[in-house]
């Protein structure tokens, strides 16, 4: 089994390795990230410059990739043959901090999984729930060393990739998320929908050092729906969460509607 493993984290943080770790037990890995934090880039690509990559000795000696560009990037450079390396799955993660509900559609984490159905294998994102102040990220987790449990979430996503190869329909990935606790008070598992966010930013004005003004525009933690099987459930029952996310974006309940629209009828001379 050959694994092509990155994150939106970078290529130092500890969930990858944690991930590339429990991985190389059960497969070939080979670790490709982007070269610092790139948090939140969502599916965006490094388009109109070049890529550059360079061999990146991790925190136990093992050696990885750094690239300059975004977790989609990485993935495809891999799918492109820079590593003569032709993967079976894509494995993204481990994330510091949750993907849950409405927010996989920002996430570089649920990307870089989501790389493996335009590349035409499974792909798995997995993230790690952790209480931190809002908008901390990954560089700043060095403090939390100690409390933090990705070894679990390791685990079992080195376990699931097994079934994922097995099993998962074509087209599909499986986001991930775990409780940020020891393997002792985990309840489970379980296969869960997406749930709903509620977000409560502000628009707060804010001024620089030079006198300019700025806008801070994400300033509040989002609020989420109380559903049962979602995943914010399953989290909040110390469950791991398994949900399957696939890229089918049409509407499909919504073609009938728009076919009595007539939207060709717009092309037309005289329309009033």
């Known amino acids: 089994m050959r694994i092509v493993l990155t994150n ?10 944690a991930a590339r770790r429990a991985l190389e037990k059960v497969g070939d890995v080979i670790t490709v ?53 032709e993967p079976d ?9 949750e993907n849950l509900g409405d927010d996989i559609t920002y996430s570089g984490t649920v990307a870089g999984a989501m790389e493996g159905i335009v590349i035409g294998v499974p792909g798995i994102a997995v993230s790690l729930r952790l ?11 060095a403090s939390l060393d100690d409390g933090l449990h990705f070894e679990p979430a390791a685990e079992f996503t080195a376990r699931l990739v097994k079934v994922v190869l097995e099993g998962l329909p074509e087209g599909r990935i499986l986001n991930v998320n775990a409780p940020n606790l020891p393997r ?32 801070d525009i994400y300033n509040n933690p989002p609020g989420h729906h109380e559903e049962e099987g979602t995943d914010f459930a ?8 398994v949900t399957p ?10 073609l009938e509607k728009l076919e009595t629209w007539n939207v060709g009828d717009l092309l037309k001379d005289g329309f009033e």
């Not at 799955?89 to 901090?97: D, E, M, R, T, W």
């Not at 399953?234 to 969460?241: K, L, M, Q, R, V």
């Open 8 to 17: 939106d984290d970078g290529i130092d943080a500890p969930g990858l390795l």
């Open 33 to 85: 990230a982007p070269d610092q934090n790139r948090s939140g880039v969502g599916r965006s690509i490094s388009f109109g410059r070049s890529l550059h990559v360079e061999e990146r000795e991790m925190a136990d000696g093992a050696t990885g990739y750094a690239c300059t560009g975004t977790p989609v990037d990485c993935v495809r450079l891999v799918a492109l043959g820079l590593m003569d390396f």
């Open 89 to 97: 799955v894509v494995v993204s993660g481990i994330n510091h901090g």
């Open 131 to 141: 209480d931190r102040p809002w908008h901390e990220t990954a560089d700043e987790d």
């Open 184 to 215: 002792e008070r985990l309840r489970g598992a379980s296969v869960t929908r997406l749930g709903r966010r509620f977000y409560k930013d502000e628009l707060v004005e804010v001024k620089d050092d030079e006198g300019r003004v700025g806008y």
């Open 234 to 241: 399953a989290i909040e029952n110390d469950e791991i969460s």
């Open 245 to 254: 996310v696939h890229l089918e974006l049409t509407d499909t309940a919504g």
